[in-house]
């Protein structure tokens, strides 16, 4: 007989017990029952006080996605008001900026007009997947307005803005832009407040010509940009040669009367604008020039003040300049016409650049009969 053999029931103990256990079932279930349900209550309960079903309410910034270039639209509001419910340990943490609004535009018809419903991509990207689905949402399906405008067109030329003030020594030539025009497209609105185009060209570093590509802009008439239009292209290119200033001098433009005034009508002064130029040349040749004197001019009809546009006498090897830096070939020239009395005799305007008048001026008109 093995030691362990008292410590081992036979089957008839092992009968027995399970005969007792049997019983005990049997006679105590409603109470095993009872207690099992009072255990899960009593989880239940613990669980809602330590951490309560709660709502909060979130204001949310509806963000835009998906955006068909050339749709001009409008949001029926920024952000979106939602209500969620959830365990308060999960929305205590919540602010406005974890929750996402997504907006598709490219779910909505470009070619309606009147505003149409879209329905927001409501999303939490800080939370577990699990957590999610504990969340309930008011409204559980949120949507805004979209309002989508009718784009209209129009082309405009391009103006191109670069430094005044070139390198010493230098001046900029004639501006090339490529292109020089470029299409607009946008909410009417805005585009009747658009009337010109313009870019902003920088030269790539000091003493350098202007080359490159630049992004266009439009603006108002009061050169405020216009936002909201788009630019097809966006970009282009601008080209300003620096070219070498040639010597110059500054000289007064004088008036050639080739005939003067009838009696008794005399010119008592003559305006000359602009009344001074600018000579390019050679040195040696802008050292005789004092002066630049208009084509003849005859007053002999005038009997009132007059105001005449005529070319300039220019030297074939001088280039002439306005205060602009712009060639010029004429100016504009006012004569100031008085009516003598019939026993005055006429005083001549000394013959000077200084008083706009050519040194080669006709003498002076007298009454009929003087000799």
Excluded: C
Aim: no cysteine; hydrophobic share 35%; glycine share 4%.
């Amino acid at each position: 007989m093995s030691f362990l053999e008292p410590y081992i029931p036979n089957k008839e103990r092992l009968e027995q017990r399970k005969s007792d256990i049997t019983m005990s079932l049997r006679t105590d279930w409603v109470f095993k029952v009872i207690a099992l349900l009072t255990a899960v209550t009593l989880y239940v309960y613990v669980q809602t006080e330590r951490n309560p079903t709660i709502q909060r309410s979130f204001n949310i910034t509806i963000t835009p996605v998906n955006n068909t270039e050339g749709i001009d639209y409008d949001l029926e509001s920024p952000t979106i008001a939602v209500t969620l419910s959830g365990q308060k340990s999960v929305l205590e943490g919540l602010k406005d900026s974890d929750i996402h609004a997504l907006a598709d535009i490219h779910k909505l018809n470009p070619e309606v007009y009147t505003p149409q419903v879209l329905l927001l991509q409501i999303q939490l990207p800080n939370l577990p997947a699990p957590t999610l689905k504990g969340l309930v949402f008011d409204p559980p399906m949120p949507s805004t307005h979209v309002q989508i405008y009718q784009p209209a067109v129009k082309t405009l030329s391009v103006t191109a803005l670069y430094p005044k003030e070139p390198p010493v020594g230098f001046r900029y030539g004639n501006p090339e832009i490529q292109p020089s025009r470029v299409r607009l497209m946008g909410r009417a609105e805005k585009m009747k407040r658009v009337t010109h185009i313009v870019v902003n060209a920088q030269p790539s570093g000091t003493g350098a010509k202007v080359d490159g590509e630049f992004i266009v802009q439009a603006r108002d008439s009061e050169d405020r940009p216009v936002e909201g239009v788009q630019l097809e292209p966006n970009a282009v290119r601008v080209i300003v040669p620096l070219q070498e200033e040639p010597p110059s001098k500054i000289v007064l433009v004088s008036a050639d009367i080739s005939e003067p005034t009838a009696y008794p009508y005399t010119i008592s002064e003559i305006r000359v604008e602009p009344s001074q130029l600018k000579l390019l040349g050679r040195p040696e040749r802008l050292t005789n020039l004092s002066t630049i004197s208009t084509e003849p001019i005859s007053a002999k009809a005038f009997t009132q003040n007059q105001t005449v546009t005529i070319r300039l006498n220019t030297p074939p090897d001088i280039g002439l300049r306005d205060d602009q830096d712009k060639p010029i070939t004429s100016v504009k020239v006012t004569f100031i016409i008085k009516k003598m009395a019939t026993s005055e005799e006429p005083h001549p305007i000394k013959p000077t650049p200084e008083a706009g008048i050519s040194p080669k001026a006709a003498p002076p008109n007298r009454p009929l009969g003087t000799p």
